[in-house]
């Protein structure tokens, strides 16, 4: 069992920037893929951004150049830094892991961008 806890979700003024974190309860390198994701209301739940255990990284079109994933051994953290906010980046976001081919889910974090 692997517990996730987001945090550094709020509200942000458009243009502006958000950084998230996902701390994990086990050694990040046991994960074949970490990923954050987001669902809006009235939305299906959509993959942001993801990174394998090789460090290779995708975005969804929506967010390249704008959001940055990374990860934290020393922490065991996998972070999302999100900079040019936008009104529609307003979702919550979620992270997820896959170890052992079993996916495992935070509990999510707000996100809202609003002037």
């Known amino acids: 069992q692997v517990r996730l806890v987001e945090s550094g979700g709020g509200l942000a003024q458009p243009g502006g920037s958000l950084r998230l974190s996902c701390a994990a309860s086990?050694?990040?390198?046991?994960?074949?893929?970490m990923s954050w994701h987001r669902q809006a209301p009235g939305k299906q739940r959509e993959v942001v951004a993801d990174?394998?255990?090789?460090?290779?990284?995708n975005y969804a079109n929506s967010v390249k150049g704008r959001f940055t994933i990374s990860r934290d051994s020393a922490k065991n953290t996998v972070n999302l830094q999100m900079h040019s906010l936008k009104p529609e980046d307003t979702a919550i976001y979620y992270c997820?892991?896959?170890?052992?081919?079993?996916?495992?889910w935070g509990q999510g974090t707000q996100v809202t961008v609003s002037s």
């Open positions: 997820k892991v896959r170890a052992s081919n079993l996916d495992y």
């Open positions: 086990a050694n990040i390198f046991g994960f074949s893929l």
């Open positions: 990174i394998s255990y090789r460090g290779l990284t």
